[in-house]
């Protein structure tokens, strides 16, 4: 390939060196007309995982496809590959300006010639990339939907030899998805106007409907459909009832000091409070939200990225158009809507491959904040229903004591054999028992208290404690007064939680929370059905340390050996002053996996080089002397002298 032109007109610190005009056209260097040749010439690796080769082939003949392949996997090859090796430029629907700017960073440091067209550029730039366009100057030019459809670019494609469109993030296509877009749906106009151009339309999660929902709204009927395993082998998921700020300091403390990661919570005032509660405790935390100023935001957000070991709290604004592969962790601290919403979020944890955490504090709080937001929503009832099936299906993966893995799997209608030895509930199995007679006392309390009480209420009746409000209500003179305190506060918030999750009890978000029977409750209550509920554990710090311990062993058991950390952590020290000089990203230069497996190899010329994953032509010439010479200091340094 050829040295790329800067990214165009971005404001970004990436900087700008002007147009692209003088560059040759596109064609993949000698020995790289084959997608394999080029998957080792351009993007330095040895071979396609999955689906990817098969996808490629079908493009590059010029089939449409739908391609579903978990965050990750490896997609953005699947057009990237052909759009090199088919006449003509690829164009890329992409839904947000960072997303874009990303992809492209990356295409260019591995001398491929892209750019986006978007918002973010002045009125010369965009010119000057639309020229470059026309006359063959790009490999790939992305673009939002809202401008692929004016009338200028519409007549500038006209104008354009098309190597094809990719449609990413394709799930934005559909109402019932996580992320609608309604600009989306004018993308099967494409079929009507470019029909001979191939069309790839992408994305990492999508259920049935949702998934035929795409193929409809884009005119895909004929379209092969690809569809990859969504497991997540590398990330660790697991969930902590009725958890907290202490339990996520616990948490990052011992599993991820020093590592980048996301903490979602539901409202701006959380995010600040607890952006501000974690830096207090040594944690180099930021805050992100949508009432924040633009710029304050943005510069979070380029803070994240562009450094080593940040971590952001934001609400679910943040992180669609991040495409950082070195996240560690993702913590939820409110209860995402739906399993689509946890996996696309959770998903932006461990994109390298290496080990990675999903954490999440869940309680009872969060269900009835999000049944509230739901009793708002101004959608019609269709809407509305599917929106508790998928909460419902959200609180039976919180709340079962099966492989999480087998649990969410199951949800996007694929079987995973399990356990999968990656999760909280296979690394530390959680018992059950039958909660048939304290669910009927807990149904009970809330029918004779009057159905209108919250949680805390219901427990202070149960254990017989006489507080003032109970009092006044008269509740300490009902039978049901004390009849519960065989078992703890802790144990009556866990047990109302799960009848909640069931469904056995209701939340009357427009009475302030207060609780009340559905139908469901009436066979409880007559002792037709006996529910087992999950013995919530309550692990003492020896216990805690003993699986923290078995967690780290069971997440890199799958993964190559790891290197020598010093060597590792000096190679990152010289990513990160190459990525400053030239005002990029450090993962622009070698994602992590990389610069594990130089650490590892130490290798000890350019040819030995090639063989490292990642590294390819382009990357060789531009980087390589550097890390060789970086890679013997360190080795200097530390006294190591094997390689």
Not at 100 to 126: E, K, Y
Not at 202 to 214: K, Q, S, V
Not at 264 to 279: D, G, I, Q
Not at 405 to 412: I, Q, T
Request: aromatic letters at 6%; hydrophobic letters at 40%.
């Amino acid at each position: 390939m050829h040295d790329p032109p800067a990214l165009v007109g971005t404001t970004s610190q990436r900087g700008h060196a002007g147009p692209a005009e003088a560059m040759p056209a596109a064609t993949p260097p000698p020995g790289a007309r084959t997608p394999l040749g080029v998957l080792r010439t351009v993007f330095g690796y040895e071979r396609f995982r999955g689906e990817q080769e098969a996808i490629i082939d079908a493009v590059v003949r010029g089939e449409d496809a739908l391609v579903l392949m978990p965050t990750g996997g490896g997609k953005s090859l699947c057009f990237q590959i052909p759009a090199l090796l088919r006449p003509g430029a690829g164009v890329v629907v992409s839904p947000l300006i960072a997303l874009m700017q990303d992809q492209v960073g990356q295409l260019q440091q591995l001398g491929v010639r892209a750019a986006f067209i978007n918002s973010s550029l002045d009125s010369r730039d965009a010119w000057l990339a639309e020229r470059d366009l026309e006359a063959g100057r790009l490999d790939l030019v992305y673009v939002a939907p809202e401008r692929l459809f004016t009338e200028r670019f519409q007549a500038l494609l006209r104008r354009t030899r098309l190597a094809l469109f990719a449609i990413d993030e394709a799930h934005c296509v559909s109402q019932w998805g996580h992320d609608f877009r309604p600009e989306y749906l004018q993308l099967e106009q494409l079929a009507r106007d470019f029909p001979d151009v191939p069309r790839i339309a992408l994305t990492a999660t999508a259920d049935g409907p949702t998934r035929a929902e795409i193929v409809e709204r884009l005119g895909l009927g004929r379209a092969r459909q690809f569809v990859s395993s969504f497991d997540r082998p590398n990330i660790r998921y697991a969930v902590a009832h009725d958890g907290g700020h202490t339990p996520l300091l616990d948490f990052v403390r011992r599993e991820h000091a020093g590592d980048a990661g996301i903490v979602y919570c539901l409202s701006r005032k959380k995010v600040e409070r607890m952006a501000e509660w974690l830096v207090r405790h040594g944690i180099p935390a930021l805050p992100y939200h949508a009432g924040m100023d633009a710029r304050a935001r943005r510069d979070n957000q380029e803070a994240f990225i562009h450094g080593e070991g940040k971590v952001v709290v934001a609400t679910i604004a943040f992180g669609m158009g991040i495409d950082k592969p070195n996240v560690r962790f993702v913590a939820h601290l409110d209860l995402p809507k739906s399993l689509e919403h946890y996996y696309q979020e959770t998903g932006r944890a461990g994109r390298d491959g290496l080990p990675a955490s999903a954490w999440m504090s869940y309680g009872l709080a969060s269900v009835i904040g999000l049944r509230e937001l739901m009793s708002r929503s101004e959608a019609d009832e269709r809407h509305k229903r599917i929106e508790r099936h998928k909460l419902d299906a959200m609180l039976g993966y919180c709340e079962s004591t099966e492989c999480r893995r087998v649990v969410m799997l199951r949800y996007f209608g694929e079987t995973y054999a399990g356990p999968c030895g990656n999760c909280d509930t296979c690394l530390a199995p959680v018992a059950s028992w039958d909660g048939g007679e304290a669910a009927q006392k807990a149904l009970s309390c809330v029918y004779r208290t009057g159905q209108r009480y919250g949680v805390v209420h219901l427990v202070d009746v149960l254990t017989g404690k006489a507080t003032e409000r109970v009092r006044a209500a008269r509740h300490d003179r009902l039978p049901i007064f004390g009849k519960g305190a065989d078992l703890d506060v802790a144990a009556w918030r866990s047990v109302y939680r799960q009848l909640v999750a069931a469904g056995t009890i209701g939340v009357d978000v427009e009475g302030y929370g207060g609780l009340y029977l559905t139908e469901a409750s009436g066979p409880v209550l007559r002792g037709e059905l006996r529910p087992r509920l999950r013995r919530d554990p309550a692990p003492t710090p020896k216990q805690a340390r003993k699986t923290a311990r078995a967690e780290k062993s069971a997440a890199a058991a799958a993964i190559r050996p790891r290197p020598d950390q010093r060597i590792f952590e000096a190679l990152r020290q010289h990513r990160l002053e190459l990525a400053r000089a030239q005002g990029i990203p450090p993962y622009l230069v070698f994602n992590d996996n990389t610069l594990h497996e130089l650490a590892t190899k130490k290798p000890a010329t350019l040819e030995a080089m090639r063989a490292i994953s990642g590294i390819g032509e382009h990357k060789l010439k531009r980087y390589g002397a550097s890390f060789l010479a970086a890679l013997d200091r360190a080795l200097l340094d530390h006294g190591v002298s094997s390689r």
